[in-house]
């Protein structure tokens, strides 16, 4: 197919620099929608909602009649993952994820991952449906949690602060290896499996990158992050992969050059100079106005807009937050970003 | 007097390597600590604690008894100056501080610099108690909070994510900016106090330097800081600043060479090597054990004990955590890890 065809998401994946540049939007598909908010009834659970092709094709759905996106994300959760893999998964309504967590259990053990794949099958046909529904010039794109980030749920039994997640770290080196190389396995099955479904490109989201000394960041995202993308090769699966390493900080640098990543989500606080200068040269970027903008609106959305559009124009880049977009947002903000966008500098 | 004589943590502070570097925790006076639970009993809440000369002295005196510990820390909070200035402080057992947000208020009134330092004397009683009561040997530590840091306390009324507070300055610049530099005059008065009445270094503490754009990490850190620093010397302060930008990320570069502080403290996620090669050359560096290493002990301790001490032989360095230690760690850790930092590499 003629180049003009190819989406503009991966048009950017593969090195080249557009103006203006594609966007989409983390949480995109999300709770800021009062569409979405009436469709999320029609579940009972959360889970319930992203093991419904019907639902979580609808949800995808959503924000592209609303906006000129250039990507949809599957909508679905990072912690399928271990729900799948035999450790229950639930959500407390207005608190976030619960499992039962492993630092309370003697043995850490879990059901194998062709298993849990088949137990995902419905993520699979969600991501056939979404590639159907979608015209062709919107990149679909697939996602899981990094294992480290989805480990923290699994040891924690929750989100918040990852202090119990870490001392087993320390306390536990081998058991944690162990899990996270279980991690690795059934994430790269499962990010496989959404290509071959139809997903254009893959994220991983390490959502907690952050507070690790760096021996541990080394050990628990570096090496497991290398470990998954190499796997995700060997599977066959050709198709670009962005990491999003929230909260690295300075170790951005080591990510990008280190885990095989094809491109670096960037957050809000990394300036694009300093990502610009620490990835291997020509690394295609996304990122990273500040979500808070996207509730306050008005100049300073636009202000703070064109300031990211502008400073990430040494890059080949991708429009988006540097966070998921919050249930306070409003559609109509959204929509003005994306003119100021699509109006470049 | 002889060069000896002056504290190992001054001698660092002015540009000396030492071997082994001076020591101090903080949050060395803390909950950790069983004659801190009993202590803290005495007084009904915790700002009656802090303002307390009596208890406060006692608390620092604590864990100088069981440790040979370079530095004492001032028993204060950063959220006395918010208190002084007439927006009153609680704090919830268990949750932390709370204050009556600014943000559901119409206008943003406080009390004059002056009448709010008056308010504080009963800390400045206690620095010049805990200066009499300590070895000479001993550097005596005074602090405050940085101006964003106190400034999110009082714009959301309490800790936690800082959405409220970036929403705000989105929202309202002119009022936030206006807040900073009440903060600004009355934290470098608040400093200025300490050193008076004994102190011999400051530190500043912004807690809450991550998550910011770079626009705003300039606006809310970079500059309010510089302010604070150059306000602080300016009123004849000559003793050494340590700056603490929690969370900065690779924008620490920025804070050490653009805000005036004498040495930076480093948090946990950063690395030595990232620190060095950031700061001006010779910058004193404090930091960065993880405080769960305090909590677990053994050989996991001992490992991450060797790892900062080895990692930061380049700079001027000060050992400390990367954060404050927590409740859940034990004394015994605590005496361990100083025996492994007294015994070198």
Same mark, same amino acid.
């Given at each position: 197919?003629?180049?003009?065809?190819?989406?503009?998401?991966?048009?950017?994946?593969?090195?080249?620099?557009?103006?203006?540049?594609?966007?989409?939007?983390?949480?995109?598909?999300?709770?800021?929608?009062?569409?979405?908010?009436?469709?999320?009834?029609?579940?009972?659970?959360?889970?319930?909602?992203?093991?419904?092709?019907?639902?979580?094709?609808?949800?995808?759905?959503?924000?592209?009649?609303?906006?000129?996106?250039?990507?949809?994300?599957?909508?679905?959760?990072?912690?399928?993952?271990?729900?799948?893999?035999?450790?229950?998964?639930?959500?407390?309504?207005?608190?976030?994820?619960?499992?039962?967590?492993?630092?309370?259990?003697?043995?850490?053990?879990?059901?194998?991952?062709?298993?849990?794949?088949?137990?995902?099958?419905?993520?699979?046909?969600?991501?056939?449906?979404?590639?159907?529904?979608?015209?062709?010039?919107?990149?679909?794109?697939?996602?899981? #949690? /990094?294992?480290?980030?989805? $480990?923290? &749920?699994?040891? !924690?039994?929750?989100?918040?602060?990852?202090? *119990?997640?870490?001392? =087993?770290?320390?306390?536990?080196?081998?058991?944690?290896?162990?899990?996270?190389?279980?991690?690795?396995?059934?994430?790269?099955?499962?990010?496989?499996?959404?290509?071959?479904?139809?997903?254009?490109?893959?994220?991983?989201?390490?959502?907690?990158?952050?507070?690790?000394?760096?021996?541990?960041?080394?050990?628990?995202?570096?090496?497991?992050?290398?470990?998954?993308?190499?796997?995700?090769?060997?599977?066959?699966?050709?198709?670009?992969?962005?990491?999003?390493?929230? #909260? /690295?900080?300075?170790?951005? $640098?080591? &990510?990008?050059? !280190?885990?095989?990543?094809?491109?670096?989500? *960037?957050?809000?606080? =990394?300036?694009?100079?300093?990502?610009?200068?620490?990835?291997?040269?020509?690394?295609?970027?996304?990122?990273?106005?500040?979500?808070?903008?996207?509730?306050?609106?008005?100049?300073?959305?636009?202000?703070?807009?064109?300031?990211?559009?502008?400073?990430?124009?040494?890059?080949?880049?991708?429009?988006?937050?540097?966070?998921?977009?919050?249930?306070?947002?409003?559609?109509?903000?959204?929509?003005?970003?994306?003119?100021?966008?699509?109006?470049?500098?």
């Amino acid at each position: 197919m003629g180049r003009e065809s190819v989406p503009a998401l991966l048009r950017v994946l593969s090195g080249e620099r557009l103006d203006p540049p594609p966007v989409w939007i983390m949480r995109q598909a999300g709770r800021y929608l009062p569409e979405y908010r009436e469709l999320r009834t029609r579940a009972k659970s959360f889970l319930d909602f992203c093991y419904s092709p019907a639902l979580a094709t609808e949800a995808v759905m959503q924000p592209l009649r609303r906006f000129p996106l250039d990507a949809a994300i599957l909508f679905s959760d990072i912690l399928v993952v271990p729900d799948a893999l035999g450790r229950k998964v639930w959500f407390v309504e207005g608190e976030g994820p619960r499992l039962n967590p492993l630092i309370e259990d003697e043995s850490w053990r879990f059901d194998d991952a062709q298993r849990a794949l088949q137990r995902l099958a419905p993520v699979y046909e969600a991501v056939e449906r979404i590639k159907a529904a979608i015209p062709k010039e919107i990149a679909l794109i697939g996602f899981a #949690g /990094a294992p480290w980030t989805v $480990a923290t &749920y699994m040891l !924690q039994g929750r989100g918040g602060d990852k202090d *119990v997640a870490r001392r =087993t770290v320390y306390q536990r080196p081998h058991d944690v290896d162990a899990l996270l190389d279980v991690l690795v396995e059934m994430t790269a099955q499962h990010l496989a499996a959404q290509v071959r479904a139809g997903a254009d490109c893959l994220q991983i989201f390490e959502s907690w990158a952050e507070g690790l000394s760096p021996v541990l960041f080394e050990e628990l995202i570096l090496l497991p992050t290398k470990k998954l993308v190499a796997r995700v090769r060997e599977l066959g699966v050709t198709t670009p992969i962005i990491g999003f390493p929230r #909260g /690295a900080g300075a170790q951005i $640098a080591a &990510y990008a050059q !280190q885990t095989g990543v094809t491109g670096l989500g *960037v957050d809000t606080q =990394t300036s694009a100079s300093f990502a610009i200068a620490s990835v291997p040269k020509g690394m295609p970027l996304q990122g990273n106005l500040d979500p808070q903008t996207l509730v306050v609106g008005g100049q300073a959305l636009e202000d703070a807009a064109k300031d990211v559009l502008f400073s990430f124009k040494g890059a080949p880049h991708i429009f988006n937050l540097g966070h998921g977009i919050t249930p306070d947002a409003t559609p109509e903000n959204l929509a003005r970003l994306i003119q100021v966008v699509k109006g470049g500098v």
